[in-house]
């Protein structure tokens, strides 16, 4: 890969120990991936937030980082273990919250924005069409690219902070025009519709891509989207596929740039869509915790709980897991008045997933196919999804 003198200096040492640290991790994914170049990102988000995640080794990198590492680029962080002010009321323990703390003051040290959110896009995160981007957080990577037609690839943790440090990340992948086109045509014969249902389509081409052995779907037959649906669907096919890049044909920006791809085809109906809701409802659940959010609920999404939530009371654990300044949006136009008074909590800066809950309950109901995968994975719950509507329900009823 050909470096510029800068570059080589910051190799070399010139610019101190986490500079050069970083430009050798870019510098040898560079090798690794053939790319000739580096090029400027304007913002990188970074994952492995969760103290959970990190433990003690990962907090020794970071610190380490930390002691003259200064990001130069707009940078957040994908969720942490834990709401960084309401950590108690949600049930997390002294010894983990000190721990997470630690964590995320080694990032605050280096520049960072400390925002912990999976949707960086709606919180001022927020590239434009064309730009070059290290973001980390899968649902983010594939919004990123298909939603927004910026370019990155998915990051590690550490690759998105040496980027952060340097302001560059190697040129190759998703960077590159000619790994951005369409794979496999998806014809979606069906009408869909709200979040949940995004994110069953999002399994069911997920699915197939692993099948194929493919990554990047050409997808036709959605008529409209919104943001909401759109985020569900991105960190769903990004779950089960591995999907880091779609076009959806009328939707995405990118969708006519490159030739509709003709000889692997494969069509989706309300039958494919209905059985594979059933994949995501298990036997004899006991639901005792719901939760919205995943990825982190909009300033609409919330909105819609207030309003559905207005002068009810929840019966089970309810959480609605969100970025702290789209929480806070929600207090000033007095939609968390409204839920709290519900007895809904609000579990911002993390999620029902990297939160360290396992064990704590036995089923959870959730609008998003990415958690049912996680909820079943990693907490070993038992799983149902719903819209937010039937969410609201269950936790009400
Ligand atoms: Fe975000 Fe957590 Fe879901 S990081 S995409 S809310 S699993």
Known sequence: MKLTSEEQDMLDGKYGKSAKKSMEILATLGEIFDAECMV????????GVSYANLGEAG??????MAEDGKVRVLTTLNPAGMDRENWQALGIDK??????????DAFAKMGIITTCSCTPYLIGNTPHFGQHLAWAESSA??????????????????????????????????????NRHGEVLVKVNAQVKGTDEFGVLGKIIGDKLVELGKKTPYITGISRATV????????????????????MEGITPEYNKYPKPSDIIFEINQDNLDKTRLELIDDDINIDFVSIG???????EIGKIANLLKGKKVKKEFWITTARP???????????????DAGAKFAADTCCVVAPIKGRFKGIMVDSAKACYYGRSKN????????????IEEATG
Request: hydrophobic residues 35%; charged residues 25%.
């Open 326 to 340: 789209t929480k806070r949006i929600a207090d000033e136009a007095g939609y968390s008045k409204i839920i709290e």
């Open 95 to 104: 010894e983990f919250a000190k721990n997470q703390n630690r964590a995320i």
């Open 380 to 391: 070993k719950f038992k799983v149902k999804i719903g819209s937010i509507e039937e969410c």
């Open 228 to 247: 909401e649906e759109l985020k569900s669907f991105c960190a769903s096919v990004a779950t089960y596929g591995g999907t880091a890049l779609f076009h």
């Open 40 to 47: 400027d990102v304007v913002g990188v988000q970074i994952a």
């Open 59 to 64: 907090l020794e990198f970071l610190s380490e």
């Open 141 to 178: 990577v594939c919004y990123a690219n298909s939603v927004i037609g910026a370019r990155t690839n998915r990051e590690g943790g550490p690759s998105a902070l040496a980027s952060a440090i340097i302001g560059k990340t190697p040129k190759y992948g998703y960077h590159l025009d000619e």
């Open 294 to 300: 995943c990825p982190h609920a909009s300033i609409h």
